[in-house]
Nanobody, 126 residues
Framework: QVQLAESGGGLVQAGGSLRLSCAASGRTFSSHAMGWFRQAPGKEREFVAGIGWRGGRTDYADSVKGRFTISRDNTKNIVGLQMNSLKPEDTAVYYC???????????????????WGQGTQVTVSS
């Protein structure tokens, strides 16, 4: 079992930055790929960024490449998402998710992940 809790959301002006954190509990965190997803009102949940369990493999949605950076610290069971140059279209509820992936694969489909946090709201004003 893996329990996840996000923090760090808030209101920011366009062009600003936020850092989201996801605290994980559970002894097998290091064997799990971690992903950040987001869902805006009336839209489907979409992949934002993911990182393999070793931390060396990452993947990003085209819409956030060059602006967002995902990282993890397996000694502290924390996954971070640094978001820079934020745009109003980044406004959404952001979710942290985990899936057992000992082969270091980073899935991008939300339905593959079986552990989810409660979400944190990010609002970017224009």
């Amino acid at each position: 079992q893996v329990q996840l809790a996000e923090s760090g959301g808030g209101l920011v002006q366009a062009g600003g930055s936020l850092r989201l954190s996801c605290a994980a509990s559970g002894r097998t965190f290091s064997s799990h790929a971690m992903g950040w997803f987001r869902q805006a009102p009336g839209k489907e949940r979409e992949f934002v960024a993911g990182i393999g369990w070793r931390g060396g493999r990452t993947d990003y949605a085209d819409s956030v490449k060059g602006r967002f950076t995902i990282s993890r610290d397996n000694t502290k069971n924390i996954v971070g998402l640094q978001m820079n140059s934020l745009k109003p279209e980044d406004t959404a509820v952001y979710y942290c998710a985990a899936v057992f992936s000992p082969g270091d694969v980073v899935p991008v489909a939300w339905y593959v992940y079986n552990y989810w946090g409660q979400g944190t709201q990010v609002t970017v004003s224009s």
